[in-house]
């Protein structure tokens, strides 16, 4: 783990966004990934795609530059990124390389879940994010666990020391990361429980199977914990219903929504350039002139940058309401240990806006990417060119949650009024055949 200094770029500006009619003035602590890092990690995406290279050294780089520290509070000695910063950085390095973006979701989840950890929890673990350590995800089963039920297990030696046994898939991120966050039942108890787990210890195991068609180096493959020792600061409680599972679940489909932005751009990039160096042409364009002098072309360009653009201003504006939740939240204290009062209203508008995004984002990138292959010809299609990459990925992240669920819960609570419910839990359902 290195421990050199941080080298994003901070700044104390302040951005005013308006919603709903509402001004609202938010900080914007200016944390920005350098040009010359975001260059690096581009001038190798497309050879990574190829030849399936995990993008081990962009990681190194980003840990060293602090980026995975963006959003540990100023009080902690981080740089207090907001969730728009954050985001906004999110959607840069997405454009560069969306594997490499999306393997940090797991670890910016971890870091905001800490804001609602008791002060002993936050002191064992800011200084690690800060000294550049990381933490991936492994939350989820791949199969036979009921929904709501966990096979992985948490239990306690007879000296007090915790062991974690159970396997999961999906674990975006963990093969680059210095820990792990698991989730876990207890036996005897109900709910489930988090678990940090040094990726290095004893009786933990991680495989590279992820066998998608998109977002290939994400590193979304198996981890198995064989009695894996757990100290006594990384076992996390979790309160169902509690402010922090409701800001979790929203932040997580948040950021999947950030990365699917940044692949529209690179898209939209890719269509430019293209375009901008092609001198063939076809006898049925009607013109004969160059591609970036044809009206046609340029319209379609024009349709995906305004595509992009429509895409990114949700998103930025989905983030701005995650912070002013965040802020709503923790003014009625709902952050302290022991909070058992009824949530601000406010809190749950970050789980309204992200599904609403999630209905609309998700279908207007992937036609973004759909629609490069029409500014060029036959030769867009060649492997060499990796262009494919782009709709194989934003169609591998929309995946993620079925917007067909969304789309209901957005009706039910215009309709009905009903509060959306986060996406925690994932398994078989009642009735299922074994």
Not at 100 to 112: E, I, N, P, S, T
Not at 137 to 143: D, I, L, M, Q, R
Not at 181 to 204: I, Y
Request: zero cysteines.
């Amino acid at each position: 783990m290195s421990t050199t200094t941080t080298s994003i770029e901070t700044s104390t500006d302040t951005n005013t966004s308006t919603s709903g009619g509402r001004g609202v003035e938010a900080p914007h602590s200016g944390v920005e990934l350098p040009e010359s890092l975001l260059e690096t990690i581009a001038s190798g995406a497309v050879h990574r795609e190829l030849a399936r290279e995990l993008p081990h050294e962009p990681v190194r780089l980003l840990d060293e530059a602090r980026f995975g520290a963006l959003r540990v509070p100023r009080e902690f000695g981080g740089p207090g990124g907001s969730v728009e910063d954050l985001i906004r950085q999110v959607i840069r390095l997405a454009a560069v390389d969306s594997n490499v973006a999306h393997l940090y979701r797991g670890h910016f989840g971890f870091v905001d879940s800490l804001r609602f950890q008791p002060e002993e929890i936050q002191q064992a673990w800011y200084p690690r994010v800060l000294a550049g350590a990381t933490v991936g995800n492994a939350s989820t089963e791949k199969g036979g666990n009921a929904l709501g039920t966990l096979n992985t297990v948490l239990t306690q030696d007879e000296d007090g020391t915790w062991r974690l046994d159970g396997e999961k898939f999906y674990s975006t991120g963990t093969i680059f990361s210095d820990y792990t966050r698991v989730s876990a039942s207890r036996p005897g108890l109900e709910g489930r429980r988090f678990a940090v787990v040094a990726t290095d210890a004893e009786g933990v195991e991680v495989i590279d199977d992820w066998d998608g068609f998109g977002q290939k180096l994400t590193g979304t493959g198996t981890t198995r914990f064989h009695g894996a020792p757990v100290e006594d600061a990384a076992v996390l409680d979790r309160v169902p219903g509690s402010h922090e599972a409701v800001h979790e679940a929203a932040f997580f489909q948040l950021y999947l929504l950030a990365v699917q932005v940044g692949i529209a751009k690179a898209a939209v990039a890719d269509a430019v350039a293209l375009v901008a160096k092609r001198t063939r042409t076809f006898n049925t364009s009607g013109s004969g002139q160059l591609f970036r002098e044809d009206p046609l072309i340029q319209q379609i360009i024009g349709t995906m940058s305004a595509k992009a653009f429509a895409a990114e201003s949700t998103v930025l504006e989905v983030a701005r309401i995650h912070d002013r939740s965040l802020e709503a939240g923790f003014a009625a204290g709902t952050h302290r240990l022991g909070f058992d009062g009824e949530l601000p209203g406010a809190v749950y508008d970050a789980e309204i806006a992200v599904e609403q995004a999630q209905v609309t984002v998700p279908e207007i990138v992937i036609g973004v990417t759909q629609e490069l292959f029409q500014t060029v010809g036959a030769s867009a299609t060649l492997r060499t060119k990796a262009l494919d990459r782009h709709w194989r990925n934003a169609q591998t992240v929309a995946t993620h949650n079925p917007i067909v669920f969304r789309a209901r819960s957005i009706g039910d609570w215009e309709i009905n009024g009903t509060l959306p419910e986060g996406l925690n839990a994932i398994g078989e359902a009642k009735g299922a055949q074994r």
